[in-house]
T-cell receptor, first 112, second 114 residues
Framework: QKEVEQDPGPLSVPEGAIVSLNCTYS??????FMWYRQYSRKGPELLMY????GNKEDGRFTAQVDKSSKYISLFIRDSQPSDSATYLCAMTRVRGYNKLIFGAGTRLAVHP | NAGVTQTPKFRILKIGQSMTLQCTQDMNHNYMYWYRQDPGMGLKLIYYSVGAGITDKGEVPNGYNVSRSTTEDFPLRLELAAPSQTSVYFC?????????????FGDGTRLSIL
């Protein structure tokens, strides 16, 4: 069983829809959670960072962590075609990048 | 503003050949990383460096070597290429090792071993 599970999709939604992307994990020691966006043939870029449980909002993006359920989510409001990308979750129990565990990524397509 | 530059973008190797994947950054970052990304598997850390002359193994270091003689450059060497090393390789850098500081990624090298 993988430490971090993420549905690969693809997820196809119409422009303007609310998108929900999710990851589950098995290690209860994880406390730093990240979402990366990766456009086709490009490297990932950090989108959201959350420590421990709770919500964090940045513009149209909201990251949510539920440590009791070992479940994290990324919500995208008013989705745009430019949001079409692969979204990777990542998490670690310590702050250092050398222990970061990535999910496999969910491919999202937002059509006009 | 170049950021992290990786060369080559694509390469096909025969089994047993060697090659070096180049990575250079112009942001004066001390911390640099090499990842591989396989379909359905997410990114896995191969090696990382905390500064010139200092490197350490990540999760999947077997079959690879690195060196860090300057702050800017962090090449990854494959000595005896194997089909299992077919992957997309990403180099990244950051100002600090903490995961709340963003890593800056290059655009990757797509490597096929036949």
């Amino acid at each position: 069983q993988k430490e971090v599970e993420q549905d690969p999709g693809p997820l196809s939604v119409p422009e303007g829809a609310i998108v929900s992307l999710n990851c589950t994990y098995s290690n209860s020691a994880f406390q730093y959670f990240m979402w990366y966006r990766q456009y086709s043939r490009k490297g990932p870029e950090l989108l959201m960072y959350t420590y421990s449980s709770g919500n964090k909002e940045d513009g149209r993006f909201t990251a949510q962590v539920d440590k009791s359920s070992k479940y994290i989510s990324l919500f995208i409001r008013d989705s745009q075609p430019s949001d079409s990308a692969t979204y990777l979750c990542a998490m670690t129990r310590v702050r250092g990048y050398n222990k970061l565990i990535f999910g496999a990524g969910t491919r999202l397509a937002v059509h006009p | 503003n170049a950021g992290v530059t990786q060369t080559p973008k694509f390469r096909i190797l025969k089994i047993g050949q060697s090659m070096t994947l180049q990575c250079t950054q112009d942001m004066n970052h001390n911390y640099m990383y090499w990842y591989r990304q396989d379909p359905g598997m997410g990114l896995k850390l191969i090696y990382y460096s905390v500064g010139a002359g200092i490197t350490d193994k990540g999760e999947v270091p077997n079959g690879y070597n690195v060196s860090r003689s300057t702050t800017e450059d962090f090449p990854l060497r494959l000595e005896l290429a194997a089909p299992s090393q077919t992957s997309v390789y990403f180099c990244a850098s950051s100002t600090a090792p903490d995961s709340n500081q963003p890593q800056h990624f290059g655009d990757g090298t797509r490597l096929s071993i036949l």
